[in-house]
Nanobody, 126 residues
Framework: QVQLVESGGGLVQAGGSLRLSCAASGRTFSSYAMGWFRQGPGKEREFVAAITWSIGTTYYADSVKGRFTISRDNAKNTVYLQMNSLKPEDTAVYFC???????????????????WGQGTQVNVSS
């Protein structure tokens, strides 16, 4: 069992920055990857970024590439999402997710993940 708690959301103006954190606790030792997903108003949950615990391989959605950076601190069991040059279309509830281990499902798919945080709201005003 893994518990995930997101933090760092808030209200920012377009062009601003935010850093989201996802602290994992519980039986995290077997986890292979962590992902960030978001769900905007009236939209489906979509992939944002992911990172592996081992090597730190990163993955990004095209919409955030070059603006967002995902990172992790293995010692703290924490994953971060640095968001720069924010746009109004980035407004969404951001969720972090963890898997139980490696599997033949891509990190961009919601179905890969077993644990989800409650989400943190990010509002970007124009």
């Amino acid at each position: 069992q893994v518990q995930l708690v997101e933090s760092g959301g808030g209200l920012v103006q377009a062009g601003g920055s935010l850093r989201l954190s996802c602290a994992a606790s519980g039986r995290t030792f077997s986890s292979y990857a962590m992902g960030w997903f978001r769900q905007g108003p009236g939209k489906e949950r979509e992939f944002v970024a992911a990172i592996t615990w081992s090597i730190g391989t990163t993955y990004y959605a095209d919409s955030v590439k070059g603006r967002f950076t995902i990172s992790r601190d293995n010692a703290k069991n924490t994953v971060y999402l640095q968001m720069n040059s924010l746009k109004p279309e980035d407004t969404a509830v951001y969720f972090c997710a963890a898997d139980k281990g490696n599997r033949r499902i891509g990190v961009r798919s919601t179905s890969r993940y077993d644990y989800w945080g409650q989400g943190t709201q990010v509002n970007v005003s124009s």
